[in-house]
């Protein structure tokens, strides 16, 4: 009887969904610091989505229809990052239809952005308020061990930026725009460093750690 009344009550009761606020990581390190795979398995042990801002980019630049597929390879070419309008709105939509195809997945890993001052700005223009940000897990290596892992992965990846060229001139990019990004973070006690030049395995048991903590 009670639980009759219970329930006419609150099926009469709107049903108020109170959506999650996006909780973000975001992913740094250098090229071919190993975010993309460690992002790989911290989505296997934790409820997060991966969302790599250049894999965005590199779908983006293959969509027939799009307006920045050349500009886009142009920057990826020369290891430029590209205007943070364009990426903000990829990450924003792709947010956006995650949630929408589940309310529980509220929890992102943003894998290779912000990487300079205007990525950060657009990030707080589009953003603040709207997501929060709760560490910068920084894959910290030295720019030979960036690069070797490159050229060897470009021997089969087919990236256009996976070469010499523009390896030299992504590595000057990380080190001029991306670096500063994050000591900001540094400041404000959000970095989670980890030494990324061990084995996938060494580095992923420390990734768990502070998953098991803060994640
Ligand atoms: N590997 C990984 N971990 C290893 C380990 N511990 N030991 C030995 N080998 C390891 O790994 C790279 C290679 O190393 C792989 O072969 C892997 O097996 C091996 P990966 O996990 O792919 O490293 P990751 O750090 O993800 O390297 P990636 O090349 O993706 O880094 P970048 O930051 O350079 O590339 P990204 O795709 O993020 O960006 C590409 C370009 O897009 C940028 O240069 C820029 O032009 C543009 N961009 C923007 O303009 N704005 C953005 O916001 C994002 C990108
Ligand atoms: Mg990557």
Not at 114 to 130: S, T
């Amino acid at each position: 009887m009670i639980g009759g009344a219970l329930r006419s009550v609150c099926s009469k009761a709107p049903r108020v969904v109170l959506a999650m606020k996006p909780q973000v990581v975001f992913v740094l390190g250098g090229p071919g610091a190993g975010k993309g795979t460690q992002c790989s398995k911290i989505i296997q042990h934790y409820s997060y989505t991966h969302l790599s801002a250049g894999d965005l980019l590199r779908e983006e630049r293959s969509r027939k229809e799009s307006e920045f597929g050349q500009l886009i390879d142009s920057y990826i070419k020369e290891g430029k990052i590209v205007p943070v309008e364009i990426t903000i709105n990829l990450l924003r939509k792709a947010m956006e239809e995650t949630m929408k195809t589940d309310e529980k997945k509220y929890r992102f890993l943003i894998d290779g952005f912000p990487r300079n001052e205007d990525n950060l700005q657009g990030w707080a223009k589009v953003m603040d308020g709207k997501a929060d940000v709760k560490f910068v897990l920084f894959f910290d290596c030295s720019n030979k061990v960036c690069i070797d892992r490159c050229l060897e992965r470009g021997k089969s990846s087919g990236r256009t930026d996976d070469n010499k060229e523009s390896l030299q001139k992504r590595i000057q990019t990380y080190l001029q725009s991306t670096r500063p990004i994050v000591d900001q973070y540094e400041k404000l006690g959000k970095v989670r460093t980890i030494d990324a030049s061990r084995s996938v395995d060494e580095v992923f048991a420390d990734v768990k750690q502070l998953f098991d903590k803060e994640g």
